[in-house]
């Protein structure tokens, strides 16, 4: 019987210091939001391009300037959503949505979304538009994996689909739109209805 106690206590402390170093109030619901954010987004994308007269973009071009506002609406969106929902999660458990965890979370996570933003700029720039989409995917991807081991470890594996799909997209390009859609609109929202079932409905 003492036994059984001295494994029950182990197994308690373990999870609490599991939980300590782990952000766990991230919403499964915030990425279902996600993924619809980008869906919508895709099809004002898509309809910008196919109705301005011609199959491609030009960096100085005022359909470029759309698309780029409108891929900055769903960033923004997604990232409010995620914040406000994740904040509501962690106030009804009693849980701190800012502290060394989440600071290290968030850290682990903009380290490479921002370099691969700064790279895709610069790529851009130099009007090397065909590798876009892999690289949103492939640097989101390393952002998700990245993070992961600072809150749900299932994070990790919407970021090695993510990098799946951005080395496909690298390989075919013509297919970058409809990988892009696959990527950041439906797996999103695939991920988020399992989180959501597997943890925010316990």
């Given at each position: 019987?003492e ?5 029950k ?7 609490l ?11 499964g ?5 996600a993924g ?6 895709a ?11 011609r199959?491609y973009l030009?960096?100085?071009g ?5 698309v780029?506002?409108d ?18 999660k962690?106030?009804k458990?009693?849980?701190?949505i800012?502290?060394a965890t989440s ?11 921002v370099?691969g ?10 009007q ?5 989409g892999?690289?949103?995917l492939?640097?989101y991807?390393?952002?998700l994996i990245n993070a992961?081991k600072?809150s749900?470890?299932?994070i990790?594996?919407l970021g090695?689909i ?9 390989v ?7 990988l892009?859609?696959?990527g950041f609109?439906?797996m999103h929202i695939?991920y988020g209805?399992?989180m959501?079932y597997?943890?925010?409905k316990?």
């Open positions: 019987m036994s059984k106690d001295y494994l206590d182990i197994s308690e402390i373990k999870d210091m599991n939980k300590s170093s782990r952000f766990i109030s991230l919403s619901l915030s990425g279902i939001l619809v954010y980008a869906l919508i987004g099809a004002v994308a898509y309809w910008l391009v196919s109705n301005s007269g199959e030009i960096l100085d005022t359909i470029f300037r759309l780029m506002l891929l900055f609406l769903i960033a923004f969106f997604s990232a409010v959503t995620g914040i406000f929902l994740t904040t509501k962690a106030k458990h009693g849980a701190k800012w502290d600071k290290r979370l968030v850290i682990n996570f903009l380290i490479p979304l370099v933003g700064i790279y895709i700029l610069i790529i851009l720039n130099q090397k538009y065909g590798q876009t892999a690289l949103m492939i640097f991807g390393l952002a992961s600072y749900i470890g299932d990790r594996y090695f993510q990098l799946i799909l951005g080395l496909i997209c690298a075919l390009p013509g297919y970058g739109f409809w892009w859609v696959l609109g439906v695939v209805t399992w959501h597997k943890y925010d316990k």
